[in-house]
């Protein structure tokens, strides 16, 4: 078994005022080669943003961009003619393929919007852009796992071009379950804790704090409290 621990409070740390964001890994002017991704897991962002405020209109292309939204509302626009708004217990994803042009906007006046937002290296090049986003029943997570993202359009969750599986689970404090990895041979796990104490694999993890975990089949997550986790399983080939 292979690890690599990113303590909440060593990520890269960004406050432009409207928006404050920390990054696990490098992303903007936060650089650090020893954290620059986990196999294709290339960014993992937890932002904030303040009322009303928002990311004007920007370009992306050749990644898939999934967010994840943990309070408030989210609102979000495209050059493909979508304008939703996305909560906490929805999970939105845009494939960038050939190019897509997006803004992302607080859509409430009087609360902060708080989510992750994570990018995947894509396993095709090139696709037709495209933008899908679901509303997942919360209960299906407590003291369970929930799969939020798959590589099938035909399973649960929303689908990327990329052989990865994420999924979140709400543990009650004392409760054990296993994640067995769906490809141990090529994939490694990453664990994001949302909310709460766990112990992963024998490791004690705070709110916030991330692991990487490789060369493994399964993985064995322990609540020390009351917990929220989201695991990303992702190849850790960049090829």
């Known amino acids: 078994m292979n690890t690599v621990i990113h303590k909440a409070n060593t990520r890269g740390n960004a406050d432009h005022g409207?928006?404050?964001?920390?990054?696990?890994?490098?992303?903007?002017?936060?650089?650090?080669?020893?954290?620059?991704?986990?196999?294709?897991?290339?960014?993992?962002?937890?932002?904030?943003?303040?009322?009303?405020?928002?990311?004007g209109t920007h370009p992306h292309r050749d990644m898939e961009i999934i967010s994840i939204p943990l309070e408030g509302d989210l609102e979000h626009r495209d050059?493909?003619?979508?304008?939703?708004?996305?909560?906490?217990?929805?999970?939105?994803?845009m494939s960038a393929g050939t190019g897509v042009m997006?803004?992302?906007?607080?859509?409430?006046?009087?609360?902060?919007?708080?989510?992750?937002?994570?990018?995947?290296?894509?396993n095709k090049q090139g696709v037709t852009p495209r933008y899908d986003q679901i509303t997942l029943n919360k209960a299906d997570r407590k003291n369970k796992l929930q799969q939020v993202l798959s590589p099938n359009a035909d399973d649960d969750g929303v689908w990327v071009h990329q052989n990865a599986w994420f999924h979140m689970t709400d543990l009650e404090g004392g409760k054990t379950i296993d994640y067995t990895l769906k490809d141990s041979t090529n994939n490694g796990?990453?664990?994001?804790?949302?909310?709460?104490?766990?112990?992963?694999?024998?490791?004690?993890?705070?709110?916030?704090?991330?692991?990487?975990?490789?060369?493994?089949?399964?993985?064995?997550i322990n609540a020390d409290s009351d917990a929220e986790v989201l695991f990303m399983e992702v190849p850790l080939s960049l090829s």
């Open 79 to 93: 050059n493909m003619g979508n304008q939703t708004v996305i909560k906490s217990g929805d999970i939105q994803v």
């Open 102 to 122: 997006h803004s992302e906007f607080n859509h409430n006046e009087d609360q902060q919007v708080k989510f992750l937002q994570i990018w995947v290296f894509p």
């Open 18 to 55: 409207w928006l404050k964001s920390r990054h696990t890994f490098s992303f903007a002017n936060y650089h650090n080669p020893e954290r620059m991704n986990f196999g294709v897991l290339r960014v993992l962002n937890d932002d904030i943003v303040a009322e009303s405020k928002g990311f």
């Open 189 to 220: 796990v990453y664990a994001f804790v949302i909310k709460g104490d766990v112990t992963i694999n024998g490791e004690a993890l705070n709110q916030r704090d991330g692991m990487g975990i490789s060369q493994i089949d399964k993985l064995e």
